[in-house]
């Protein structure tokens, strides 16, 4: 059992033509993730890391779809428009890799296909861009995991995304931990923290640093809920936002019952001036939300609370 | 960003949302000069700083005479509040007052959408105002305008206006909204929104914070009736100070052409003496915690991610270094997932070969391309003869935290 990906997972890539879509699309499968292809406008034809590049989403899936049926390939020109009753794309999962600009269009085309899934790992897309496609993939019950999400690891299984370099078969190994961290890199190193203790991870969840969030910590941990292979949880959090206090109402209304522990970065920030923005855009210090208060609330209702992000290995241990 | 009032007031006044008439008076300016056209019956003086709770801390003044206006301003200059630095100060009209009204807009992060907070309660804190005297209407996003929403009773939180929907302030909200939408910004609120003895609405203060994410859409060229030049707005720190030549310079190097290309443009002056190169807005601030607890003194905050070009690690590296006083050098990052360690580390050594400190220096890096890096790092540090230690993953963060504590004299 996995969350978010399966082996069965199918992903293409918008933006695959460009750097970081390209190192992404070859990161995903060098580690046996299956990457069908890749989307950028007017790029059509082209192919990246052996995939075939299609202009738009629409005639991507139709012609992934065709080929299926084992119809001879088809010459498409222009854009297909999708239909108004085409069926969730449970299958499919989007990566985004396009520049802040041109994001909310990208991120957009993906829910207009009822791709399930949209890993955006777009970093400083204007907040209002953000909002505007949490609200459209609301409306069709879409999964946003992002934006500024390097992705997802199951280890063993697949990935989406970039986390783990390529140094990812000795950072990640297959266990019972479930990791949710609001950093990219502290995603990373809480996996190696944990593999280095002969900890495996049961996935790997980089839910993104900006303000508004697709997929929250709660959200998550919902998932690892119901999964059979995640034993106990470790969570990154940060100073700022308000996002560490859905877990506690989570936990309150009995969500989530597994063991839980949780580093919550940030003391420094007590002696900056109120509303200065350090860290990551979610991160501004605000009066109420800032570490200590996060650690008191999550404390009451049962969470380990680490002094260093390095005891929450420690913590979780006894577990496994 | 935050905006000054002054700011903020020239955003709303764009968009049709009227303020008190006024002028802006700089430092060393001759206020009597400034203020020679204005013919006001009574003034009142506001500091111009970054944070609120002003009319608490003595930052705003009310006078009936020019000379108390002259003196007023002296005082006000001579202040910090809060902990802020007094930028400008902002002179008006004194408004007749019959009624402070409050409004804001900001993003609920729990719903993910605006959220549009009134109350008939405003000229204070609005957490002070009683739960059920303020109304919540949450907006979508893609909506143009509010109003449509306002009228939908299953939005609204608390006590309706008694007297109906259709009130003179939904004007000002659906302009506020214009403001919010067109501007874009996290927040914008107006407290207090006052009703004038003769009628009129009028926001009588001004916060606005932009979202520095949108600043591609606020471009020094194209600019005019309907984009704000972001460019222009004077360079502000919430450290209670001018911003250093420093923190300026820093800024610029994530708004050239590469922009989008990785993030180098954390830097925020501390007092301490241990210059700080981190990586990740999480691990960084991780780190800061983890420095202090062994009892060194960060000098700056920095963090770079996204896997930036080499040029913007070098500039970044040689501001960070170019900090008079500094004891030692921490360059902390994680095991990096896709900033590419040769290239960044390439940049950093530019910035060591240029400047070649002497005080100790601790490594802790790990990631694609590290081996090359730090065999790079390695005939650096030889051929400029620097006292540095280098550690891969095999060494937690916070270890060499402690290891730099015991280099440091």
């Known amino acids: 059992m996995s969350i978010l990906i399966s082996k069965n997972t199918q992903v293409l890539v918008q933006g695959i033509t460009g750097k970081e879509g390209a190192k992404g699309a070859k990161a995903m499968l060098d580690y046996g993730t299956n990457v069908v292809c890749g989307?950028?406008?007017?790029?059509?034809?082209?192919?990246?890391?052996g995939k075939p590049v299609f202009n738009s989403i629409s005639e991507a899936l139709s012609v992934i779809a065709s080929e299926a049926k084992q119809s001879p390939r088809q010459e498409h020109n222009g854009e297909i428009a999708a239909s108004p009753t085409a069926p969730r794309n449970d299958t499919w999962v989007s990566v985004v890799y396009v520049p802040?600009?041109?994001?909310?269009?990208?991120?957009?085309?993906?829910?207009?296909?009822?791709?399930?899934?949209?890993?955006?790992?777009?970093?400083?897309?204007?907040?209002?861009?953000?909002?505007?496609?949490?609200?459209?993939?609301?409306?069709?019950?879409?999964?946003?995991?992002?934006?500024?999400?390097?992705?997802?690891?199951?280890?063993?299984?697949?990935?989406?995304?970039?986390?783990?370099?390529?140094?990812?078969?000795?950072?990640?190994?297959?266990?019972s931990i479930g990791v949710i961290s609001r950093s990219g890199g502290m995603s990373n190193e809480m996996s190696w923290q944990l593999s280095k203790n002969g900890l495996g991870q049961s996935a790997t969840v980089h839910v993104g640093g900006d303000l508004l969030m697709g997929t929250t910590y709660a959200d998550v941990l919902r998932l690892?809920?119901?999964?059979?292979?995640?034993?106990?949880?470790?969570i990154f959090g940060e100073h700022g936002g308000s996002y560490e206090f859905e877990i506690v109402e989570l936990i309150k209304n009995k969500g989530f019952t597994k063991p839980l522990a949780i580093f919550i970065g940030g003391k420094f920030a007590q002696l900056l001036p109120e509303?200065?923005?350090?860290?990551h855009a979610g991160a501004i210090v605000a009066r109420g939300q800032g570490a200590a208060e996060k650690e008191k609330a999550l404390s009451e209702v049962g969470v380990m609370v680490a002094e260093k992000y390095e005891d929450l290995v420690q913590l979780v241990k006894p577990y496994a | 960003?935050?905006?000054?009032?002054?700011?903020?007031?020239?955003?709303?006044?764009?968009?049709?949302?009227?303020?008190?008439?006024?002028?802006?008076?700089?430092r060393g300016d001759d206020v009597k000069f400034k203020i020679k056209?204005?013919?006001?019956?009574?003034?009142?003086?506001?500091?111009?700083?970054?944070?609120g709770k002003r009319g608490k801390n003595n930052g705003i003044r009310f006078c009936s005479s020019v000379d108390e206006v002259v003196k007023a301003c002296e005082e006000l200059f001579a202040m910090n509040i809060r902990g802020q630095y007094v930028s400008a100060l902002l002179i008006e009209e004194k408004l007749d007052i019959a009624e402070e009204h409050y409004v804001s807009i900001t993003y609920d992060t729990n719903k993910k959408q605006p959220v549009l907070i009134y109350s008939r309660q405003g000229g204070m804190d609005i957490e002070d105002v009683p739960e059920k005297k303020i109304e919540k209407v949450w907006v979508d996003v893609r909506q143009d305008s509010p109003v449509v929403i306002l009228s939908a009773a299953k939005n609204l939180v608390g006590e309706p206006d008694p007297s109906g929907a259709s009130l003179p302030q939904d004007d000002i909200k659906e302009?506020?909204?214009?403001?919010?939408?067109?501007?874009?910004t996290r927040l914008v609120e107006i407290n207090p929104l006052v009703k004038t003895a003769s009628g009129e609405w009028v926001a009588a203060d001004a916060k606005v914070a932009i979202d520095d994410d949108a600043f591609f859409r606020h471009p020094s060229t194209g600019s005019g009736p309907t984009v704000t030049d972001w460019t222009t707005f004077e360079p502000r720190t919430m450290m209670g100070r001018l911003p250093t030549e420093r923190e300026v310079a820093v800024k610029k190097i994530d708004e050239g052409e590469k922009y989008y290309q990785g993030t180098a443009g954390k830097y925020i002056e501390l007092d301490g003496d241990i210059g700080m190169i981190l990586n990740g807005g999480g691990a960084s601030i991780a780190n800061m915690d983890a420095l202090m607890k062994v009892g060194l003194k960060p000098a700056n905050y920095t963090e770079y991610s996204g896997n930036p070009p080499r040029e913007k690690v070098y500039q970044l590296a040689k501001i960070v270094l170019s900090k008079p006083g500094l004891k030692g050098l921490w360059?902390?990052?994680?095991?990096?997932?896709?900033?590419?360690?040769?290239?960044?580390?390439?940049?950093?050594i530019d910035a060591l070969d240029e400047m070649k400190p002497t005080y100790p220096i601790v490594v802790r890096r790990d990631g694609p391309e590290s081996k090359e890096a730090f065999e790079l790092l390695t005939a650096c540090a030889q051929r400029n003869n620097l006292n540095i230690k280098m550690f891969t993953k095999d060494t937690s963060m916070s270890e060499t935290a402690k290891i730099l504590a015991g280099m440091v004299i």
Not at chain 1, 275 to 279: E, K, R, S, T, Y
Not at chain 2, 37 to 51: E, G, H, I, P, T
Not at chain 2, 331 to 348: H, P
């Open chain 2, 331 to 348: 360059m902390a990052g994680v095991v990096a997932n896709f900033t590419n360690i040769k290239e960044t580390f390439l940049g950093i």
């Open chain 1, 224 to 234: 690892f809920q119901s999964d059979e292979q995640t034993k106990a949880v470790v």
């Open chain 1, 39 to 49: 989307v950028t406008p007017k790029k059509g034809g082209q192919e990246v890391e």
């Open chain 1, 100 to 175: 802040p600009f041109a994001a909310k269009a990208a991120i957009l085309e993906a829910i207009e296909n009822n791709i399930a899934l949209i890993n955006v790992f777009v970093e400083r897309i204007p907040i209002k861009d953000t909002a505007y496609c949490l609200a459209a993939a609301k409306e069709k019950n879409i999964r946003i995991l992002g934006p500024s999400s390097l992705g997802v690891v199951v280890p063993g299984v697949a990935r989406l995304g970039v986390m783990g370099g390529p140094l990812i078969n000795e950072i990640f190994k297959p266990g």
């Open chain 1, 275 to 279: 509303g200065m923005n350090i860290g």
């Open chain 2, 37 to 51: 056209d204005l013919r006001f019956k009574d003034f009142v003086v506001k500091a111009q700083v970054l944070s």
């Open chain 2, 1 to 26: 960003m935050n905006l000054y009032e002054f700011e903020g007031k020239n955003l709303f006044a764009k968009h049709g949302i009227a303020i008190p008439k006024g002028v802006v008076v700089r």
């Open chain 2, 175 to 184: 302009k506020l909204w214009k403001v919010f939408q067109a501007e874009d």
